[in-house]
């Protein structure tokens, strides 16, 4: 049995104190080494800071700063689409206002941009430039999970998914003779073939590291629940039975847990701070967040579509839809509110 433990919460309770970045392994009663504290995988902010409104940018500038997250932005896109190994030489090999430290954003600072609350697009087009509604955005590779895929997201709406880094580019077309066979058709051998996926890239660099006493995952005191010390985020452990959204966000509400009583239903961005980008089907950390062997559906978070709002004509109240997270892999979409899902509540108070 293995026990993640910051420098207080569970350790106390064992009388044992460690390192934030430790994790004590029961059985063998050592501890062993954690994810470091930096790791661009993870969200080292609260979620619930990441207002529309924190910008501050001038109209000559090349980059930005995201007082929330510590991370500079590149403003502006590479001019068209890159493959991603073209993406990835791009920001490696960019200047931008003096700084030579580029690179590509991982998924989870990419959502940091997005505003969830918008759509068409769902990044402010006065901080970034040159933002196309339909483009997706290239991130980091999928790593474990699935290596020749890569994260991308969905400007238009802030979509999670994924997209091939590897795919074997078609040749070109060559005219074929006047007469041939099926079996001798020059162009039958490339039935299968696909142009490389070709994204816009949005370069990132860490602008501070920030300072923490505390990282990673511990135990409350009660073990039934899970407190976050990147995000300050309280998790409930143990999942409960599946439910429409509107019913996940009531369950939440009056929710009870370890002495806590001012549960809610997290929001996407909140909810996709606990996905586990080196492990999938369930794409979590199941030593913290138990789950089953079967792969998860997703789970429902607070955040509606804003792609539903002010259609005319208007969305059916049966086909208004919210966002989830599919703890499968770690894509994050919108869902109709009917369809049921997994539910873990939230505490984001002090």
């Known amino acids: 049995m293995k026990l993640g433990i910051g420098t207080g919460g569970a350790a106390l309770l064992m009388g044992v104190s460690l390192g934030c970045n430790a994790v004590l392994d029961i059985d063998a009663g050592v501890p062993r080494d954690a994810p470091a504290c930096d790791d661009e995988s993870r969200a080292h902010w609260r979620p619930n800071d990441l207002k529309a409104d924190r910008w501050n940018v001038g109209e000559s500038d090349v980059t930005v700063l995201d007082p929330v997250t510590s991370l500079r932005w590149e403003r502006g896109v590479a001019l068209g689409k890159l493959t991603w190994d073209e993406a990835n030489v791009y920001c490696e090999t960019s200047d931008l206002g003096g700084y030579d430290d580029w690179r590509l954003p991982s998924r989870i600072e990419l959502v940091s941009i997005v505003n969830y609350e918008a759509s068409s697009p769902a990044i402010a087009e006065d901080v970034f430039t040159g933002t196309v509604h339909d483009d997706y955005l290239w991130s980091l590779p999928m790593a474990d999970v699935s290596p020749k895929q890569a994260w991308s997201v969905h400007v238009e709406d802030g979509d999670v998914g994924s997209a091939e880094t590897e795919k074997k580019a078609c040749p070109p077309e060559e005219e074929s003779p006047e007469e041939e066979s099926p079996e001798e058709d020059p162009a039958h051998e490339n039935e299968n073939c ?3 996926v070709r994204n816009r890239v949005r370069c990132v660099r860490t602008e501070k590291t920030v300072s923490q006493e505390r990282c990673g995952y511990e135990l409350g005191v009660t073990g039934e629940t899970v407190i976050d010390n990147d995000t300050r985020l309280t998790w409930q452990r143990e999942l409960k039975d ?3 959204q ?7 509400e009056d929710f009870e847990l370890a002495g806590i009583t001012s549960w809610r239903l997290p929001t996407v961005q ?7 980008h080196s492990t999938s089907h369930p794409a ?13 559906p997703g789970y429902w978070s607070s955040t509606a579509y804003a792609g539903d709002v002010n259609r005319d004509p208007p969305v059916d109240p049966s086909e208004l839809r919210a966002w989830w997270v ?3 892999v770690g894509y994050a979409t919108n869902q109709r509110i009917g369809t049921h899902g997994r539910v873990r ?3 984001d108070g002090p």
């Not at 509107?246 to 939440?252: G, H, I, K, T």
């Not at 979590?284 to 998860?296: K, L, N």
């Open 242 to 244: 599946d439910l429409p």
């Open 326 to 328: 599919s703890f499968r």
């Open 345 to 347: 509540c939230v505490y």
């Open 270 to 276: 909140q909810l996709q701070t606990i996905v586990d």
């Open 194 to 196: 696909q142009e490389q």
């Open 284 to 296: 979590i950390d199941r030593e913290w967040f138990p789950e089953p062997e079967s792969a998860p």
């Open 246 to 252: 509107d019913r996940a966000v009531e369950f939440c």
